[in-house]
């Protein structure tokens, strides 16, 4: 969470407590696929409260039904099972936010340690993440002036160059070193 207004106000993004923005990608989709803006998001819970499945699903602009599926995925054992199903081909997921620690960044290796018991300490520090103000990045003036400024527009070259990025699939490197006998 930050201030960027100027007034010292904490401004924060939806889904913001564990340092992603899974939340945020969901309503854009569902804004550039389908066409609605999303006031909520539910959410389905895997086996537990680290692993969180989303979708959307829709007629879309070219009139076609489609289903887009989103997944959160928190601790290594749930990181794991994810890449067990993306080897087996079994996963539907169009994009997953992963991060290693349990409870995600809330629970990182970075926060506090309490001196009494950690469930309450990461329940405080998880309500006090909700209650701050949430914006989207594109309802931000300071993002919008830094889009405009600094990279020339949100679809310029420069934007597109520094903030995107595409998947390249990482050639495997065949010697008698790696080989297993």
Known sequence: HFSVSGTGETLGHEGGGAGGYLHHVIRHTA???FGKRLDEIQLTTRRNADFQEYTLSGTAADSTHREIHFAAVYGFRNIQNLVQKLKRGKSAYHYVEVMACPSACLNGGGQLKSDGNEKELLAEVTRLYSSAQHRSPEDNPVVSQL?????????SEK??????????????????????W
């Open 31 to 33: 804004l550039e696929v």
């Open 147 to 155: 889009y405009h400024t600094w990279l020339g527009g949100p679809d």
């Open 159 to 180: 934007a597109k160059q520094i903030l995107y990025t595409q998947y390249h699939a990482v050639e495997k490197n065949v010697s008698a070193l790696n080989i297993k």
